[in-house]
């Protein structure tokens, strides 16, 4: 197992001409993370990039370079010297895989590493656990971790049961990669880059299981989500920033858990850009059909953003104007939607569209509004209650054991209506509160937007208000647990 170099020194003031001890460990640990070239270690680096060579154990010019390049990276005065500053960050513990040293052209701290994914589309999977926190746990962080780096570039990456690009694992001291594990404390981590040719080993994740993994905040171990994003970082292609606040940056300091703008920088410099935009009081949502399938739409003012059901992540080049896109609506109903529905039985194919006292009808499959529009919602739709024929909050067609009903919101009431019939049902409205159970507190008046889930959330209902959306089971009839979330991150 390799020995914690440099870890048990107390205090300590070395320049050029010392030949203590810890001169041995100070140049093992420059040697280490890719700053020092000692005689019995080939470099794999480019001649152009070989960092300085150095005769073991005497602490000379070579030694001194590189601790000074070293410094310098790390923002340290540059002393040339091991001082109790360097000795310090030195003693933190850190990512294990190798800093690479170079000039300070250019004012972004980020660096890409050598190598970038050929494709945009990820997968990974938990090959080995820990006993310290679940396998479920592990692939929740994970899970976090890159839809962080995804939700701001045009990368995807999702968990997969089989053929995973990145392997996942955790692991003590020598694990069959050249690369050991050091026991308790100092490298928690690494990881590999993209591939370049034929490496088993790109892209994977690598934890040292004999430190303590936690989730919880504060952390009562080493973080795992702080640590796991970091490392996801290596394995899509990013380098250590030298940005002391960046996720990127080698040293671990405590829980960490959201990108800084360098971060983002960096992985939009190697995959481009997701543009990323977080709304709260969404004006009205609506699950696409037909040749929109697999897509949700949000509206807000006179925008919408597309969410991919099957990424699991909003579409990348959004928000788009709803005039733009929508095409033949009715002049006023390309921004301040109220609601929207999907049409079922006779109406199947039909989208309707709500504005104050009107209503409009777009195509789905031709992709435009129908003609005749808008008109009225009192009339066309029958035997609603007068307040619900105007000015709805939400509307949604029901799934599983609810199919062939609408159920429109407004204040803390709902009507149901059957499309079959083409009339609302008797006896409403009702209270939402109760007819909804499992509804979070304040989910049950005042919704802003109502949609259905597809693909995997197929038999999801998903009701938006402010910053937060709740999600209710169809075929369970109640709310899921869990909810409200916040909008932000989980969608946008
Ligand atoms: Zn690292
Ligand atoms: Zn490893």
Redesign the pocket.
Known sequence: MRSKILQSIDAVDLGRGATAPVVGELQAYLSRFGWLRLPDQPSAAPAHEEPPAAAAGKFDEGTEAALAAFQRFYRLPVTGRLDAETLALTQRPR?G?SDRPRGPAGAAAFAAGPTKWAKLHLGYALSAGTADVSDAAVRNALKVAYRHWCLVSRMEVHQVSSAADIDVRFATGDHGDNNSFDGVGHVLAHAFYPPSGNSALAGDLHFDDAETWTRDLPPTGIDLDTVTL??AG?SLGLD?SNDPTAVMF?FYGGARRALTADDIAGIRSVYGERRRTVWTDIDTAIDGEGPFAGKAYLFKGADYLRYDYGEDLPDPDYPRTIAGAWRDLPAGFTRDLDAAVNGQASFAGKLYLFKGGEYARYDWAADRADPGYPKPIAGAWRDLPAAFTANLDAAVSGKGPFAGKAYLFKGSQYVRYDWAADRADPGYPKPIAGAWPGLPTGFTANLQAALNGQRSFDGKLYLFKGADYARYDWAADRGDTGYPLPIEFNWL
Do not use: I, K, R
Request: proline share 0%; aromatic share 0%.
């Open positions: 990512c895989v970091h490392e290596h250590h080698a």
